[in-house]
């Protein structure tokens, strides 16, 4: 049996979700997502979380992870993503980090090229700038989120808010690493690192 599991922590709740893949187990093809609320005491109940979807006598078993970088909460979504290093790195497997702004423009499926805004209170707004990209709901990121600095005017184009809604934005997750592992895609956990927009942008 083989698993991927996917992680995504960028807010005040954590997501976490497993999809088994194809194998003569009854599981093959199921998926489970669940959220959980944690706020502050994300890093005493990481581990228990997973496991209540996954114990961690089957992490061996898995085949491909999946975590959201951000932007977010730094210190949340620090800790996942530090997981799932370790975990890609202690088990050889493929690791896919993805933009959890690039997860909510799939949830919400924009059609024309959309910013992405969150606001920061008292050092402005961080906002991305996505767009569909053919067919199959492709999205693409065109700029990557940055951070904007008070009383700074975005470009032109409509704007939406970057809110994460979990644990839909999960399931976004999952499907994109799904997707990575049919395709063959090669994914070394050495990149995958936090987003984390701190210099402002004063002017365009």
Known sequence: MAAVLALHSSSEVLGVGVRWLDSPSALAGRTVVRAFPLGRELSNQLFSCIEQLLPAEQWPQLSRLAVATGPGGFTGTRL?????????????????????????????????????????????????LYAPAGSDR???ELQA????????????????????????????LLELSVQAADQGLAAPWQPVLPSYPTSPVAGL
């Open 138 to 140: 492709a999205i693409i």
């Open 145 to 172: 989120p940055r951070l904007f600095a008070p009383d700074t005017p975005l470009p032109p184009g409509p704007q939406l808010s970057a809110a994460a809604l979990l644990p839909n934005d999960v399931e976004q």
């Open 80 to 128: 996942t993503v530090v997981l799932a290093r370790t975990l890609a790195q202690q088990l050889q497997l493929p690791l896919d980090g993805v933009g959890s702004f690039l997860l909510v423009a799939r949830r919400l499926g924009i059609g024309e090229p959309t910013w992405l805004v969150q606001e920061l209170p008292r050092r402005g707004v961080v906002a991305g």
